[in-house]
């Protein structure tokens, strides 16, 4: 059986990309601001391809059964662009927003969205969770990518506001520390959202029976 060059051409493409864009950046004289901060092309990829892997779900015969994973993976998308603040005051993921003086339709569009992630993320567990530790013990390569995604962005999370979570605890970081930090939060979802987009790519080019 001929393999589907199609997972090999995503990963290439993904990786080869974004590295292009922060050469001709770096080669232009763009600052740092403007290649690892917000809108940058790091941010600007990560969220390009959770949108892709979500979009590339819609063609396979089981779609309907997917909807979870195409909310979830465009909610992170839509999350690393930050639209979760942009359209209101606090952000439809703070406790402020519907405990304030936001209007209400704004409250209840907030309370929408959320609860519509929230149930998509329990369809995940509920659904996928048992096939995924059935694929990781068979050693799947799409499973071991999931985990390896989940994993970066587990470190991501973790580098997010360190300085503030480790002066809970009196410690405080080098000056110059937590700009490295904060671009390497950024390169590491940037990973994981072309461990997810191969991994997506790798289900979509699997043979049909």
Partial sequence: MTRSPLPAATLTLALLLPLVWLALGVA???????LHGEGGPVELFSALY????????????DRAARWHQVVLLAA???REMDWDKRFTENGILSLR??????PLPEKIIGALVVLIVLA???????????????????????AWLWLGAALLLVL???GDGLDRKLARWNITLREGVMPVIARGEEVLELL?????????AMVVAAPRR
């Avoid at 927003?97 to 936001?102: I, N």
């Avoid at 993320?121 to 995924?132: C, E, I, S, T």
């Fill in 28 to 34: 232009l004289g763009q600052d740092d601001r403007a």
């Fill in 50 to 61: 959770l949108l892709l892997a979500g979009a590339m779900l819609l063609i396979l015969p």
């Fill in 76 to 78: 992170a998308a839509l």
């Fill in 97 to 102: 927003h519907y405990t304030g003086e936001a």
């Fill in 120 to 142: 998509a993320g329990l369809r995940l567990l509920r659904r996928d969770l048992w096939p995924w530790l059935g694929g990781l013990r068979r050693g799947s390569g799409v």
């Fill in 156 to 158: 991501a999370k973790a």
């Fill in 192 to 200: 994981a959202a072309v461990l997810i987009l191969t991994a997506v």
